[in-house]
């Protein structure tokens, strides 16, 4: 029997839990979402942080997923719960989630899973130490981590048309910084395909098919809501800073090879017309 604790129910996990509860006997999910516990879910018993060590004492869970990002002091889950997870040795599969920011700047070009890691942001550097943190435990407790670099999310309810419509774009200057991006319905198929085959201390870029600029992202959304292209936001604030700081294509090559991973959405084309469609 297969038994998921979710530590950091957001976005990705209300999706994959949508998609695949049917696959687990038993689903836990932590969020420090007062309103969100409030509210429930029908396949989830949700908690906050309180009842954490009491469920990590109580249950044998196979499959554990770790959703919320480090601070400066790395994973919060790691620091705080690792030694509730010591005794325990039913576990399947462990993920944790991180990003590509982990990879830095490399000019533009394509980056793989075995590309030099050398953030220059904060959020990057929290991340690596974050991957470092389980990669070390897991192995001295021979653990089944897998690590997942994403690109940036998208899909329904978070996507950059409601930025359009309010005319919140920033003005990125250059049509050759590149990012990477993944339709949720995709980055929730690729957790499943590796929770059930799974290869420990796996680390796997989750990117779509096609790298681009934000400028041509813009430009397609509004062309294919038939509005004009908004002004853009010269914002010098160090969010934009951080973001805008790396450029890097990232290659998802070892997602299809290994996990036999085929994209719904292979690139934002196919994504945002799915998207539009729905609100229109």
Same mark, same amino acid.
């Given at each position: &029997?297969?038994?998921?604790?979710?530590? !950091?129910?957001?976005?990705?996990?209300?999706?994959?839990?949508?998609? #695949? $509860?049917? $696959?687990?006997?038993?689903? +836990?999910?932590?969020?420090?979402?007062?309103?969100?516990?409030?509210?429930?879910?029908?396949?989830?018993?949700?908690?906050?942080?309180?009842?954490?060590?009491?469920?990590?004492?109580?249950?044998?869970?196979?499959?554990?997923?770790?959703?919320?990002? =480090?601070?400066?002091? !790395?994973?919060?889950?790691?620091?705080?719960?690792?030694?509730?997870?010591?005794?325990?040795?039913?576990?399947?599969?462990?993920?944790?989630?991180?990003?590509?920011? +982990?990879? !830095?700047?490399?000019?533009?070009?394509?980056?793989? *899973?075995?590309?030099?890691?050398? =953030?220059?942001?904060?959020?990057?550097?929290?991340?690596?130490?974050?991957?470092?943190?389980?990669?070390?435990?897991?192995?001295?407790?021979?653990? =089944?981590?897998?690590?997942?670099?994403?690109?940036?999310?998208? !899909? =329904? $309810?978070?996507?950059?048309?409601?930025?359009?419509?309010?005319?919140?774009?920033?003005? &990125?200057?250059?049509?050759?910084? #590149?990012?990477?991006?993944?339709?949720?319905?995709?980055?929730?198929?690729?957790?499943?395909?590796? &929770? #059930?085959?799974?290869?420990?201390?796996?680390?796997?870029?989750?990117?779509?098919?096609?790298?681009?600029?934000?400028?041509?992202?813009?430009?397609? +959304?509004?062309?294919?809501?038939?509005?004009? +292209?908004?002004?853009?936001?010269?914002?010098? $604030?160090?969010?934009?800073?951080?973001? #805008?700081?790396?450029?890097?294509?990232?290659?998802?090559?070892?997602?299809?090879? *290994?996990?036999?991973?085929?994209?719904?959405?292979?690139?934002?084309?196919?994504?945002?017309?799915?998207?539009?469609?729905?609100?229109?």
């Amino acid at each position: &029997m297969r038994k998921l604790f979710i530590y !950091g129910f957001g976005y990705t996990a209300q999706y994959l839990v949508d998609q #695949f $509860n049917d $696959n687990f006997s038993k689903i +836990v999910g932590y969020t420090r979402n007062k309103e969100v516990i409030a509210n429930g879910n029908k396949f989830v018993d949700l908690i906050d942080h309180s009842n954490i060590s009491e469920c990590l004492l109580n249950n044998d869970f196979t499959h554990l997923l770790i959703t919320v990002p =480090p601070d400066d002091n !790395g994973d919060s889950f790691y620091l705080n719960y690792r030694n509730l997870l010591k005794n325990k040795s039913k576990f399947n599969w462990i993920g944790y989630l991180s990003a590509t920011n +982990v990879y !830095g700047d490399h000019g533009g070009e394509f980056v793989d *899973e075995k590309s030099k890691t050398s =953030p220059s942001t904060q959020k990057g550097k929290n991340r690596l130490l974050a991957e470092n943190q389980w990669l070390s435990y897991c192995k001295d407790l021979n653990f =089944p981590i897998h690590i997942f670099r994403i690109a940036g999310i998208y !899909g =329904p $309810n978070r996507n950059i048309i409601k930025r359009i419509y309010e005319n919140k774009i920033l003005d &990125m200057g250059s049509s050759s910084q #590149f990012f990477s991006r993944i339709h949720i319905d995709d980055l929730t198929n690729i957790l499943k395909a590796s &929770m #059930f085959k799974p290869n420990p201390f796996s680390i796997y870029n989750v990117a779509d098919d096609l790298p681009s600029s934000l400028n041509d992202l813009i430009e397609y +959304v509004c062309s294919e809501l038939n509005i004009s +292209v908004p002004l853009k936001i010269n914002n010098q $604030n160090e969010n934009k800073k951080s973001l #805008f700081s790396e450029n890097k294509k990232i290659d998802n090559s070892l997602i299809k090879k *290994e996990l036999g991973i085929d994209l719904k959405y292979a690139n934002y084309f196919e994504g945002y017309k799915k998207i539009i469609k729905s609100i229109n």
